[in-house]
């Protein structure tokens, strides 16, 4: 087998690239997060604009329902 061929970092070592890898997985979350965060404020934004236009619209007796 290949894979048993080749052998296994020291622990000391390892360390180092476990350590980096949970650091970099940890980043992609916080942003992936604020993205998420954004794209949320945005949409609220929108929403909150069309509530308005909608009341303005009700209130002028502009806004008929088929």
Do not use: C, N, W
Not at 4 to 10: I, S
Not at 13 to 29: D, H, N, R, S
Request: no cysteine; net charge positive.
């Amino acid at each position: 087998m290949i894979f048993g061929a080749a052998p296994a970092l020291p622990l000391d070592e390892a360390g180092k690239y476990v350590a980096g890898a949970y650091g970099v997985f940890v980043v992609l979350i916080l942003v992936y997060v604020a993205i998420m965060a954004g794209k949320l404020q945005r949409i609220e934004r929108e929403l909150h604009s069309l509530t308005q236009l909608a009341e303005r619209r009700s209130r002028r007796g502009g806004g008929e329902e088929s």
